[in-house]
């Protein structure tokens, strides 16, 4: 068996990491996963925060982008939120580990300010894809003509935190499966055809 690769280090660091967290990882731990010695992975990457740190550039480039592919298109509308959300409910109800990125805004990000950069534009990055694809809804008449971008795509990223948290806590399965109607049906409750059958509703006496 050949030597691991470069990116084959990094995807069973990331695994520790994403596993165990970032304080409760030890060198040694990382040394047995990656099959580098202790000299070898200060040598090649200087500290274990810096090692993290590529596993989180890793986990970006190759994880989250998975993720992100129903909102990358410039197109992207509604039916792209919801396969998006609908994605993340579906990894986050398996192995419950919950989103690297996301443990790493809770447990490192206060700590440690060059974590915290790398998150920030996580969170950046996904706001501008969600803002874009509610801008899009709202062309299209998905959404309400009056609907506040900026407002929903700010709840939408926190439902993303908030349904990977939940996804690694002991919640059973049928909490996160609720956390998703939720978002479902807040976006739901944006279309124009809503508020007609809101209106229908108080007119009848059923609201």
Known sequence: MGRPRPEERLDQAMRVFWEKGYYDTSIEELMGRTGL??????????????????????????VISA???????????????????????????????????VNAASEVSPRVRSVAGIVSGYL???????????????????????????????????????????GRSQAPSVALRHYLDGVLGSLDGLRPEARRRLSWRARSGRG
């Open 37 to 62: 010695h202790r000299a070898a992975v200060y040598g090649e990457f200087g500290s274990k925060r810096r090692l993290f740190e590529a596993t989180l550039a890793r986990y970006r480039e190759t």
């Open 67 to 101: 993720f992100f592919a129903p909102l990358a298109g410039p197109d992207a509308a509604l039916a792209d939120i919801e396969r998006f959300f609908r994605g993340i409910h579906e990894s986050a109800s398996g192995r419950r580990l919950g989103c690297l990125m």
């Open 124 to 166: 950046r990055d996904l706001r501008a894809l969600l803002r874009r694809a509610c801008i899009n809804a709202r062309t299209r008449g998905e959404f309400r003509s009056e609907t506040n971008v900026d407002q929903v795509a700010d709840y939408l990223v926190g439902s993303v935190l908030g349904l990977w948290t939940l």
